[in-house]
């Protein structure tokens, strides 16, 4: 017996759902005001800190936790005992082929070998809640405090603290006297943060080796350091005209203070962390956007080398002509400031700046859409690692592509950016082909684990890297697939108006995505994130019966996703059959109004192969192909396309 679809009589018209009501779920509160006295012959600080910590939950809180991130760096601790446990594991799946080492290449068993002036630490010498002593306890990188007196449901209570510090020699992240780049210090994590309490409860997360979750608030920030330093990082510079160092309002003479010390003062608003890097010879380049930020680019030329101050000044340039894309694409940056500054071990985000190792657009352009997903969204990135990742890296690849095609628009006659825009033509699906084919090789190796795992508890490193980041960007550019493109885009538009400043997790993404899109998306939360099920459809057969053609499909894989075959006849004319998946009950808008469409009933998951009928003769197709676009993860792509040989007809000659 031969099954027989009948198409859709009425096209099922989408109409975008509009979302108003804004999400009203509480959030804790901080406010930092910080002074520290900065030793650079020691690399030691000693500082305090008061603290204004509301409590907008409905909790009585009886306790407190703190991060006190440095004390990682020290012989024996989790970090080092971990990084040394997955250098044991080897795999032969790394990029420059051989066996592998699962480490992280920065950290591998450095912090073993560090000598006691070279390891990290944070010390906390007092601590008093309104006024009053207050016990705690440290244990490695957290600090528990058994308040004396509980903290009251929407109440504010003020912790002042005393305490010092030791800059590690630069491992991961924050240090000193990177070797590579010769910066002196890149200052992350480095003062005792409290952790974030919220509608799961309190994460104290110990410092194993990612990723961060803070609190909002604001910073006033005071460093005393050598006044040969030039400082950069979060914040705005309050007393610019008295430092001077490019920050001044232009026209102003800056008088150096007496002393051999100079005091710098910053305020950051609104924002869950404060970093800052110090150098005698960072240089400060300068960058005033007409009606949007001054971008602040503070780098080291460690070698003198000119080439390397033309790429500093040519990502401060590159940085003006991107941001009017990445606004309308993801929403306004909503800060007066932005600053790249040369430090740390690769690229790390943190409000209002980022920390770089090199001037190089797509490390430089991915920290800075952080600020829309770590910076703004602010999500939990141990629970949802590739929530920030993951969105990052699909955001940095649009605006390294936009970038790339605005320079070419620019200057048309430049070969090497004609050549660059050509070979991302090749590269299926557009911008995103590396993200997919280190996908596909985690697939293979048998490595990988659920979104789902906790970022500190990957069984390897060369998991967590591919799912958080590769998978993650997947996710939006298959929900484009799924939903369509055009969609997508206002599904994050409307993820970030109604979402930024506020942590959200999967499920308030999926319910943006859900009444956006008016389909139903659940089912793609639950294969894509929950479990690590893959994609793999093919074209089974095809047959001609009563002057039409019969094509089937088969399901091979075990995650489910709506289907679209693209038909090319031998006359070269071509239409696209549509099969939505039941699981979404709804349909995606037409994406290319130059290639007609035809939607089939949907096609539910239990069934393993699906039939559809074209009103053409089988000979005159030339070819058929799931996904041309190649947006759809799907694990073997050869059986996706079938190409019929052009057959002679009857009567016609050879």
Request: one cysteine or more.
């Amino acid at each position: 017996m031969i099954n027989k679809i009948v198409l859709f009589g009425l096209t099922v018209c989408l109409v975008r759902v509009e979302v108003s009501a804004q999400p009203d779920r509480w959030q804790q509160r901080v406010k930092y005001t910080m002074n520290v006295s900065m030793d650079v012959q020691a690399n030691r600080f000693a500082g305090t800190q008061t603290l204004a910590y509301t409590n907008n939950s409905p909790d009585t809180i009886g306790h407190v936790f703190y991060h006190l991130y440095w004390n990682a760096f020290q012989p024996g601790s989790m970090m080092d005992t971990r990084s040394r446990e997955l250098g044991k594991i080897t795999f032969n799946t790394g990029r420059r082929g051989g066996e592998q080492q699962d480490w992280d290449q920065r950290v591998r068993d450095r912090i073993l070998k560090l000598k006691p002036d070279e390891i990290g630490y944070q010390k906390v010498l007092s601590l008093t809640m309104n006024g009053v002593p207050q016990p705690y306890l440290v244990d490695e990188t957290i600090l528990e405090v058994r308040l004396t007196r509980p903290i009251l449901p929407h109440s504010t209570v003020v912790f002042q603290m005393k305490f010092e510090a030791q800059v590690p020699l630069q491992i991961r992240r924050s240090g000193r006297d990177n070797p590579q780049t010769g910066v002196r210090y890149s200052m992350s994590q480095w003062y005792p943060k409290m952790c974030e309490y919220d509608y799961e409860g309190w994460h104290p997360t110990p410092y194993v080796a990612r990723e961060f979750y803070g609190v909002w608030g604001d910073y006033d920030v005071t460093i005393s350091i050598d006044k040969s330093y030039l400082l950069g990082g979060t914040g705005y510079l309050v007393n610019a005209d008295q430092v001077g160092y490019g920050y001044e309002t232009p026209g102003t003479k800056v008088v150096p203070p007496a002393g051999d010390r100079l005091v710098w003062h910053f305020a950051a608003p609104n924002v869950h962390d404060f970093m800052w890097a110090a150098d005698p010879e960072f240089r400060h380049l300068i960058r005033r956007v007409p009606n949007g930020p001054v971008l602040n680019v503070i780098y080291k030329n460690k070698d003198h080398d000119p080439r390397q101050d033309t790429a500093w000044n040519s990502l401060a340039d590159a940085a003006v002509m991107v941001l009017p894309f990445i606004e309308k694409t993801f929403g306004p940056y909503p800060y007066k400031q932005y600053s790249f500054v040369h430090g740390g071990d690769g690229g790390m985000e943190y409000p209002m700046s980022t920390l770089i190792n090199n001037p190089g657009v797509g490390t430089a352009f991915h920290e800075w859409m952080h600020s829309w997903y770590q910076g703004m969204m602010g999500t939990n990135e141990s629970e949802y690692a590739w929530m920030d990742e993951g969105f990052t890296s699909y955001a940095a690849a649009r605006v390294v592509s936009y970038y790339y095609h605005e320079r070419l628009r620019r200057d048309p006659a430049n070969a090497n950016l004609q050549q660059i825009v050509e070979r991302e033509k090749t590269q299926l699906p557009t911008y995103h082909a590396s993200a997919y084919g280190s996908y596909f090789n985690l697939v293979k190796s048998g490595y990988e684990e659920p979104l789902t795992t906790h970022a500190d508890h990957f069984s390897t490193n060369f998991a967590y890297g591919i799912a958080s980041y590769s998978k993650g960007e997947m996710f939006l550019e298959q929900l484009g697939y799924i939903c369509g493109a055009q969609v997508r885009d206002r599904i994050l538009l409307e993820y970030y108006r109604l979402w930024r400043f506020k942590h959200p997790n999967v499920n308030d993404f999926m319910r943006v995505a859900e009444k956006v899109s008016g389909m139903q998306l659940d089912w793609y939360k639950e294969y894509w994130v929950n479990t690590t099920k893959t994609i793999d459809y093919g074209v089974d057969s095809l047959w001609e019966q009563n002057g039409k053609s019969e094509i089937r499909l088969k399901m091979i894989g075990l995650m489910p996703m709506p289907i679209d075959v693209v038909v090319t006849y031998q006359d070269g004319s071509r239409e696209m059959a549509y099969i939505p998946q039941y699981l979404q009950f709804g349909e995606k808008p037409v994406e290319d109004p130059s290639l007609p469409r035809t939607v089939f009933a949907a096609w539910k998951w239990t069934s393993p192969t699906y039939t559809f009928e074209l009103n053409r003769h089988l000979l005159d197709i030339k070819s058929l192909e799931i996904d041309p676009t190649q947006r759809m993860a799907d694990v073997n792509r050869e059986n996706n396309k079938l190409v019929i040989p052009e057959v002679p007809r009857p009567g016609n000659a050879n």
